[in-house]
């Protein structure tokens, strides 16, 4: 029991040491019922200028304080809008017109080579070849190649309807004609 008395003592002894060399600490007063501390009831200790023997309290020794570590840094999250469009047979609006393979062939890219005439007009059909992909068309009146629809078909030209900007013109293909022939 005296050993328990005398490691006690020591402690205390080691804490009112320690006391002399600490910084000033503000004190609190503990919560009331009404809420938490505020400012009012925060006051500040006076840092003690002599000891408790009456000589002059020693400044604390320059301690460096361990790196602080930086909490982990949270990665951003970067929200995006994701459009999809459900085409349902329709052209892609957000796709470039002029890229598309739906305006293509165009008169020009065409070269008529043949056409099956019937003299009773119910169904003729014109064979056309793209230069361009070497793609070969078989016709009849009322089909559509690109923006191009086929209005009629006679024994040596096919004649078009090509909507461009919302506007119909018509333009025709002849037997023999070439590209070079429309150049000039």
């Known amino acids: ?22 910084t000033p600490a503000t004190q609190t007063t503990p919560a009331t ?5 505020t400012k009012q009831d925060t006051k500040v200790v006076p840092p003690q200028t002599k000891s408790a023997a009456g000589q002059p309290a020693r400044r604390p020794a ?16 970067i929200m995006r809008e994701v459009y999809e469009y459900d085409a349902a047979g329709r052209r892609d609006p957000f796709v470039s017109l002029l890229t598309t393979s739906e305006l293509r062939p165009t008169v020009a890219d065409l070269r008529l080579v043949i056409v099956l ?3 009773s007009g119910r169904r003729p059909v014109a064979v056309m070849r793209d230069l361009v992909t070497n793609t070969q068309y078989r016709v009849t009146t009322g089909m ?5 629809r086929v209005t ?17 013109r018509q333009d025709s293909l002849v037997l023999g004609d070439t590209s070079k022939v429309r150049a000039r």
């Open 33 to 37: 019922k009404q809420g938490p501390a």
């Open 152 to 168: 009629a078909i006679k024994r040596r030209a096919v004649i078009f309807t090509i909507e461009e900007f919302g506007l119909n």
């Open 1 to 22: 029991m005296r050993a328990l008395v005398i490691v006690a003592l020591v402690f205390v002894a080691a804490d009112v040491a320690a006391q002399g060399t600490k």
């Open 62 to 77: 320059l301690t460096i304080a361990p790196p602080e570590t930086a909490p982990p840094s949270r990665i951003p999250v």
């Open 117 to 119: 005439y019937d003299e």
């Open 144 to 148: 559509t190649l690109g923006r191009m």
